[in-house]
């Protein structure tokens, strides 16, 4: 290893304020803006990033992963079937088992995490860990009514210690709220404009039904608001599915089409 001892501390201290600077001004305006760094967030800014897409995903916390790194209930393993699930983690390096149920595979919640983290950074999307949305940004409609425009951001500790300070801003032309059970975005546009939407929150227990629902009605939830995974079942009240997460991946494999569509992108 060689150390560069002539680099005084201020140095380096200019050089990674300087680099961080040029990432966050790149991000300030995005073609997407995903808000929730779970297995839904990071397939989605995944796919998105690889068709070229300049993508910028904000996650509250440190760790990327979500519902997911936790497994069942803290165990290692979680599920997902076959078809487009399965295919999408063994491209992303993911290491599948069969399970005894056929169409059933099991895989390491932390392995499948990383994978998907790995392949939104290696695509080229900005992931900023640590960031929590205080608000989105809205434009009028010639018509009447608003369409959502970005994310209104802040370091999270801020929020933690219950500190105001004043954000900064992600401009987008698509936003997108992966935020799972929270259905952030969802609630701050119900609260800032009302009548804008409804989020009822999801239902009960029923896996299979709640695959399917989640992928059925992923899409546009509000003009230039999508929704992708467990906010699906925020936004209409769908079933919760538990440690089952093939629907997460082909909500955002169905809305990385609907986004590219919208966006005038070949898919």
Do not use: C
């Amino acid at each position: 290893m060689r150390i560069p001892e002539k680099v005084s501390e201020a140095e380096l201290t200019g050089l990674l304020v300087r680099f961080a600077a040029d990432r966050i001004a790149e991000a300030a305006r995005s073609d997407v803006a995903i808000a929730g760094g779970g297995p839904a967030g990071l397939t989605l800014a995944w796919l998105l990033a690889e068709k070229g897409l300049r993508v910028t995903l904000v996650e509250h916390y440190l760790g990327l992963g979500g519902g997911m790194r936790g497994g069942s209930s803290l165990l290692p393993a979680l599920l997902v079937e076959d078809g487009s699930p399965r295919r999408l983690l063994e491209r992303a390096g993911a290491r599948l088992q069969p399970s005894p149920v056929e169409g059933l595979f099991l895989a390491d919640p932390v392995e499948t995490a990383v994978r998907l983290a790995y392949k939104a950074v290696e695509a080229g999307a900005r992931i900023l860990v640590g960031w929590h949305v205080e608000d989105v940004i809205v434009r009028r409609l010639p018509g009447g009514g608003h369409r959502v425009a970005g994310l209104v951001v802040v370091v999270s500790p801020a929020v933690e210690a219950g500190w105001h300070v004043d954000p900064i801003y992600i401009e987008a032309k698509a936003t997108v709220d992966a935020t799972g059970h929270d259905g952030h975005l969802l609630r701050i546009l119900e609260r800032r404009i009302p009548g804008s939407l409804r989020a009822p929150g999801m239902s009960a227990m029923n896996v299979w039904e709640g695959e399917r629902q989640v992928v059925e009605r992923t899409g546009q939830a509000y003009p230039g608001l999508y929704v992708a995974g467990m906010s699906v079942a925020e936004a209409y009240n769908t079933y919760r599915m538990g440690p089952v997460f093939g629907g997460m991946l082909a909500s955002a494999e169905k809305l990385a089409g609907i986004i590219l569509r919208d966006l005038g992108v070949e898919g």
